[in-house]
Structures are given as C-alpha cells and as structure tokens.
C-alpha cells in the first residue's frame, strides 16, 4: 500500500499543499505590491505618521490642532471611536435587557410595541438609521444663535450641546484617587455580600454602599480640599459658542442610531435566555412568595445570563465594528481621520489600512477576551 493511501498521511500531504498554496499566493500579492510601488516610485513606511495633519476634527478627548501630526490625529480618532463604543455598549445593553423582558410582558400594548420596534429595527439597515436620526437632530434644532438656554450655563442647537467644562484645580489629583478606591471598595463589597448570601442567605444591601463608596467618598474629599475645581462655561462669540465642552450632533446621532440598533437583536437574545429557563424555576420562586421582579432579578436573570453571554459578544463586536460608518455623518472616527484624510492626504493605502485593520482587530479580540472571561465566571462548575 502506497502512501497516499494510507488516510492519516493523505489527509497532512492535502494540508501540507493547501498550507504552501496560501504562502505562494500571500508571496504573490506582497511580490506584486512591491512591483507596483517601485513602477509609481512610492516606498512603505509608517514615516507619514510623523507629518502635520493639515485638518481639523469636530470632536476631540485630548488636546488637538491642525498642526499635529497623522499619528496624533489617529489617536484622536481612536478615542472617538472608543466614546461611541462605550457609550453605545451600556445603552444597548440597559434598553435590550428592558425590551427582552418587556416581549415576554403579559401586558398586551408593552408586548406589541415591543415586537413591532424590535422588527422594525432588525430590518432597517443601520447606516439609514444613522442618516436617519443625524438629518433629525440637525433640521430640527435652531441655528446658534436662537440656540436653547439652559440657565445661561448649557446651549442646544444644530451645532451640538454646549455644557461647563470643568477645569481641575490643585489637589483634585486626590479626588481621583477617592473614586478609585471607591471603586475598588464597591469591587470587595459586592463579592462580599454575594459571599455572605451563598454562606447564609442573607440579603446584604449592594447598591447603597456602592453609591456611597463611587459617589459619596469622592465627594467628601472634594469638600474637604475646598472644592478645587473651576468651569468654563461656553458663550456665543461670532457664529458659534466659545468654551465648555461640546457634543456634536453626529455623535449622539451616531451612538443612538446605534445603541437602538443593537438594542433589538439583543432584546431577543434576551428573551431566547429567559425562555431557555424552565418555568418551574419561576413557579417556584413565586411559591415561595417572591414579587415578579424579585423572582426576575434573583431567580431567572442569573441562569439567563449563561445563555445571553455568548451570542451577545458578538452583539458588542458588531457595534464597534459598525461605528466605522461614522463617516457618512462626518464624525471624525478612527476611518475618518486615520483611513480618511489622512490616507488622501499622503497617499500611503496600504499602510493606512494596515493600521486601521490592525487596531479594529485587537479592539475586537479585547472584547473578545473580556467578554469570555466573564463568561467563563457565570458558567456552572462542574464536579
């Protein structure tokens, strides 16, 4: 009997061709760049990274002007990026936890109205939600100047929401320090009190004694350095307010469109978790005399959670990813600046996508290894 065939050497002799098939096509394509390049007399390199930019963002976390460099244009964009993420990821969550309850209402009108948003969302393609939602905002706020005045301190108009910056003073370094280790005492009181109730059943109060330490700690050492903290509030110079700190229209457009987007596919993971929970597990629980969102909150949600943690990863993922559209409504995202106007301005494609796949790439496996993580904490431990 010949090598090939014997099954197990046939099967790696097939994988050991298809593997140098890959290479020779990968040596083919970067063997065929370089060809191109050296016949359009262009060189690889990441040096542009170091030019000024040349343009301005709408939207900026971190100190930013026209005369910075790509790079620094690219980290702005890629906090912009993380800002819609974030936000995007609580707000979906809160509202697709709500709305996958609410599809199991017995209330007959919370039900519908549920499904029918659902549906309607689901179906909808997310860049005309965005388009959507950014023509809204924009047509139906007034122009700076006839702009909305909250108590002279906050401004709403086409332009954005105008709000006091604060300006940290001497000693506010300790105020930061409060809310971490506030923080990290809300982290051990939590696992405590889920200690003491799996030891004894007792119920020990969480939400209070996290306020206090996040909120209350924080607040008493700002008190006791005498309030160090300045703001400055925006005012209307020109065409446009001066100060403070704005909130663009295209990011509140863009992280709506998305949070509500995302929201509906997540209501029905929600619901396919709560259903996959056997109705005895309820029945239960009501037996016993717990209220229906008592029976919710400590019986069916904890077993849900170990159905809804996988499919919603990929939840997270599509709205990161999905933030890419950004460019449509002209927020300055890490596709505007660094795969934008950057890549036109300096002509490098190649690298410029390199690096914009590259962070989309370890952004999406953070997530990844985060979410699995905590997935891998809410599983049942088997003997």
Known sequence: MNAWQDEKIRHVIIQVFVILAVFASIAWLVGNVISNFAQLNKTFGFDFLQLPAGYDINQTLIEYNNRDTHLRAGVVGLLNTFLVAIIGIILATILGVVLGILRLSKNWLARNVTYWYVEFSRNVPILL?????????VNAMPSPKQAHNFGDLAFLSNRGLYLPSPEPGVGFSWVYLAVIIGLVASFLWVSFARRRQEETGQILPRFLPCVGFVIGLPLLVFLALGSPMTFSIPALKGFNFRGGVTVSPELVALTFALSIY????????????????NKGQREAAE??????????????????RRVIIPPLTSQYLNLTKNSSLAIAIGYMDLVATLGGITLNQTGREIEAMMLVMMVYLV?????SAFMNWYNSQTKLVER
């Open 363 to 367: 952004i999406s496996l953070t997530i």
């Open 287 to 304: 037996s016993l005399g717990l209220r229906p969102n008592r029976v919710m909150n400590l019986v069916i949600l904890p077993q849900a």
């Open 129 to 137: 939600q965005i388009l959507l939602w950014h023509g809204i905002l």
């Open 262 to 277: 995302t929201a509906a596919f997540i209501a029905e993971i929600v619901r396919s978790g709560i259903l996959a929970i």
